[in-house]
């Protein structure tokens, strides 16, 4: 069975602080992506990554970065937390291919910056 | 760009309602159209897609047909069930293997 597992699913933390949240999927995709989900707003991209040390940026990259040391981990990164980023963050996996193939999504983290 | 739009939600139903949520698009070229269901306290799950003009996708009882012509890929349901009740988000494939999604519709199906 397909898994994508996060690190946490609430998480609290104050402005200023750094902040990681990991990924990992078992099903040996090449693509990984990290996500935001705001109300009213849906998913926006923050970054995602093709392959092992390989990262691009998504539509909302400030303020983030991203890790991908081995190909089952996708990191995400706030450098500095502020409470803008107070947010649902999901994380999602998929194979490459010619066309899009279903990304199968985590249960994603809950952060609260205070 | 690219871009998703859904209906606002919440839609409110009662159990045995006809279900309808209304998508439409803008995009370049004719990208693969996707519905997403997310359950309380669940990440996202693939309900349905479509890769062509005029297929239709189905699953669970939903469906959605891709039209061309209108850019819609609207989402039905014959007979929602409380267990119906999530957020639904309609998306589009972009190049290179990644989605837009809309702003997510929220359904709650009253017994």
Not at chain 2, 67 to 78: A, D, I, P, W
Request: glycine residues 8%; neutral net charge.
């Amino acid at each position: 069975d397909v898994k994508v597992t996060q690190s946490s699913r609430y998480l609290v933390k104050r402005t200023g602080e750094k902040v990681f949240l990991e990924c990992v999927q078992d099903m040996d995709h090449e693509n990984m992506f990290w996500y935001r989900q705001d109300p009213g707003l849906g998913l926006r991209l923050i970054y995602f990554s093709y392959d092992v040390k390989m990262k691009e940026k998504g539509d909302i990259p400030e303020g983030y970065s991203v890790s991908r040391e081995k190909k089952e981990r996708f990191s995400l990164i706030l450098e500095s937390a502020s409470t803008n980023q107070t947010s649902m963050y999901l994380c999602a996996s998929s194979s490459s291919g010619v066309h899009t193939d279903t990304q199968y999504f985590g249960p994603g983290t809950r952060l609260t910056v205070l | 760009g690219n871009s998703v739009t859904q209906m606002e939600g919440p839609v409110t139903l009662s159990e045995e309602a006809f279900l309808t949520i209304n998508c439409t698009y803008t995009a370049t070229g004719y990208p693969s159209l996707f519905w997403y269901v997310q359950y309380p306290g669940e990440g996202l799950q693939l309900l349905l897609k479509a890769t062509k003009a005029d297929d239709k996708g189905s699953n669970k009882g939903f469906e959605a047909t891709y039209r061309k012509e209108t850019t819609s890929f609207h989402l039905e349901k014959g007979s929602v069930q409380v267990s119906d009740s999530a957020v639904y988000f309609c998306a589009l494939e972009n190049a290179g293997n990644m989605l837009t999604f809309g702003g997510g519709t929220r359904l709650m199906v009253k017994p």
